[in-house]
């Protein structure tokens, strides 16, 4: 069944579970998922425009699910959220992200990994040492650790956050915006912290090319972006047109599915391998 989940989301099957509500979970089933190693990552390549270089992976989480099979992280965040569970859910996620990314490493490879992390994570001082301590015992430098900060509900306290992120940008982890030009406050984020990375939402970067209100909004984006010094990302890169777009407007960094999908890590390596070789074509 795990194989069928990993071949289905490389063939971009939907999973039948999508066709559930979200919160169709019980709290404490997730809970037990969560400590019963039922999580597990997936990777998505994040790679330099101009040179095809893979700077870094994304860690993407999925539920193995005993009998739905591969559950999407859409129909369990906010669940976890809702129950407390995200810190447990992240420390998971940081904590195999980190190993696997450390193999790698020690192979050769110059990977950076990127983690989400939830606002709700953002609400105690104690994860800059959660984080701080992780990297530090599994032995990954902090500027190969980019935090993804997606404003997913309302800030509880918008102090202790800025606090947070504003340690852990001291001690060298490097921060990003994720779903940059959705939401309301991700301008006034910009404003109070310097983020070394802003990454344009999926739907400002598909289709660009061709519909000039996505595209006003991309340009938008990479501009702001660009202005303050930061790292551009585009994901949803789904096709060369998205793809030529990024190279004629020099945006920084690419992800989606035209390089490659969200993949297990024992994918990794022969993903490396195949996009070696496109690249030299
Ligand atoms: P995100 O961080 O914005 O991640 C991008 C999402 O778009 C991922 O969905 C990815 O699989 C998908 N994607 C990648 N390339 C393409 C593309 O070319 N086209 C399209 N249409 N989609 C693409 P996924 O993995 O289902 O994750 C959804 C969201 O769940 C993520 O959005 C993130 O906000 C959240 N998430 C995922 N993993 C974690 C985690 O470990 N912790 C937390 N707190 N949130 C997570
Ligand atoms: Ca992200
Ligand atoms: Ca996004
Ligand atoms: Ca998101």
């Given at each position: 069944?795990?194989?069928?989940?990993?071949?289905?989301?490389?063939?971009?099957?939907?999973?039948?579970?999508t066709?559930?509500?979200?919160?169709?979970?019980?709290?404490?089933?997730?809970?037990?998922?969560?400590?019963?190693?039922?999580?597990?990552?997936?990777?998505q390549?994040?790679?330099?425009?101009?040179?095809?270089?893979?700077?870094?992976?994304?860690?993407?989480?999925r539920?193995?699910?005993?009998?739905?099979?591969?559950?999407?992280?859409?129909?369990?965040?906010?669940?976890?959220?809702?129950?407390?569970?995200i810190?447990?859910?992240?420390?998971?996620?940081?904590?195999?992200?980190?190993?696997?990314?450390?193999?790698?490493?020690?192979?050769?490879?110059?990977?950076?990994?990127?983690?989400?992390?939830?606002?709700?994570?953002?609400?105690?001082?104690?994860?800059?040492?959660?984080?701080?301590?992780?990297?530090?015992?599994?032995?990954?430098?902090?500027q190969?650790?980019?935090?993804?900060?997606?404003?997913?509900?309302?800030?509880?306290?918008?102090?202790?956050?800025?606090e947070?992120?504003?340690?852990?940008?001291?001690?060298?982890?490097?921060?990003?915006?994720?779903?940059?030009?959705?939401?309301?406050?991700?301008?006034?984020?910009?404003?109070?912290?310097?983020?070394?990375?802003?990454?344009?939402?999926?739907?400002?970067?598909?289709?660009?090319?061709?519909?000039?209100?996505?595209?006003?909004?991309?340009?938008?984006?990479?501009g702001?972006?660009?202005?303050l010094?930061?790292?551009?990302?585009?994901?949803?890169?789904?096709?060369?047109?998205?793809?030529?777009?990024?190279?004629?407007?020099?945006?920084d960094?690419?992800?989606?599915y035209?390089?490659?999908?969200?993949?297990?890590?024992?994918?990794?390596?022969?993903?490396?391998?195949?996009?070696d070789?496109?690249?030299?074509?």
């Amino acid at each position: 069944l795990p194989e069928l989940s990993a071949l289905m989301e490389t063939y971009g099957e939907t999973p039948a579970i999508t066709l559930k509500e979200s919160h169709s979970y019980a709290a404490d089933e997730l809970a037990s998922a969560i400590t019963d190693g039922e999580l597990v990552i997936y990777y998505q390549p994040k790679v330099a425009v101009t040179t095809g270089e893979v700077v870094g992976l994304e860690a993407l989480v999925r539920w193995q699910h005993p009998v739905d099979g591969l559950v999407f992280p859409d129909q369990f965040i906010d669940l976890a959220e809702e129950h407390s569970m995200i810190d447990a859910l992240t420390q998971v996620v940081l904590h195999t992200a980190l190993q696997q990314i450390k193999q790698w490493q020690l192979a050769g490879l110059k990977l950076s990994i990127a983690i989400n992390v939830s606002m709700d994570n953002l609400a105690a001082l104690n994860f800059v040492d959660q984080v701080a301590q992780a990297a530090l015992d599994i032995g990954i430098a902090p500027q190969d650790i980019v935090l993804e900060v997606t404003e997913s509900r309302l800030m509880h306290d918008q102090r202790v956050a800025l606090e947070v992120l504003t340690r852990l940008r001291l001690k060298r982890f490097r921060l990003s915006i994720d779903d940059f030009g959705t939401g309301h406050s991700s301008l006034t984020q910009l404003h109070d912290i310097s983020f070394d990375e802003l990454k344009i939402d999926k739907s400002f970067v598909h289709g660009a090319w061709h519909d000039e209100t996505v595209r006003a909004i991309y340009d938008a984006s990479l501009g702001v972006g660009k202005r303050l010094g930061m790292v551009v990302v585009a994901e949803g890169v789904e096709d060369q047109d998205d793809w030529d777009l990024l190279c004629h407007t020099n945006c920084d960094v690419a992800q989606g599915y035209f390089i490659a999908r969200p993949m297990p890590a024992a994918a990794v390596n022969d993903w490396m391998t195949s996009w070696d070789e496109r690249v030299r074509n």
